[in-house]
Nanobody
């Protein structure tokens, strides 16, 4: 079992920045690829970003490329999502998720259904 706890959400004006954190406990953190997903009101949950177990590979959905940065610190069992130049359309509940590398390789990083463990989510609201 892996427990994930997100933090860092809040209310910010358009153009502002937030840094989300996701603290993991329970298993060897470096055995997991990590992802961030988000769900806006009335919409399905969508992929935002992913980072490989070593941190050497990252991936972003097109709408956040150049504005968001995913990173991880395996010594601290934490993954981060730095969000800059926020837009009202970024408003959503943000979730971090973990998947064992032996279950789903990097090629499957965007497949939500493969992620085994999820945090409770943190609300991000961007005002115009």
């Amino acid at each position: 079992q892996v427990q994930l706890v997100e933090s860092g959400g809040g209310l910010v004006q358009a153009g502002g920045s937030l840094r989300l954190s996701c603290a993991a406990s329970g298993r060897t953190f470096s055995n997991y690829n990590m992802g961030w997903f988000r769900q806006a009101p009335g919409k399905e949950r969508e992929f935002v970003a992913a980072i490989s177990w070593s941190g050497s590979s990252t991936d972003y959905t097109d709408s956040v490329k150049g504005r968001f940065t995913i990173s991880r610190d395996n010594a601290k069992n934490t993954v981060y999502l730095q969000m800059n130049s926020l837009k009202p359309e970024d408003t959503a509940v943000y979730y971090c998720a973990a998947v064992l590398t032996v279950v789903a390789g990097w090629v499957d990083r965007r497949k939500e259904f493969l992620y085994d463990y999820w945090g409770q989510g943190t609300q991000v609201t961007v005002s115009s």
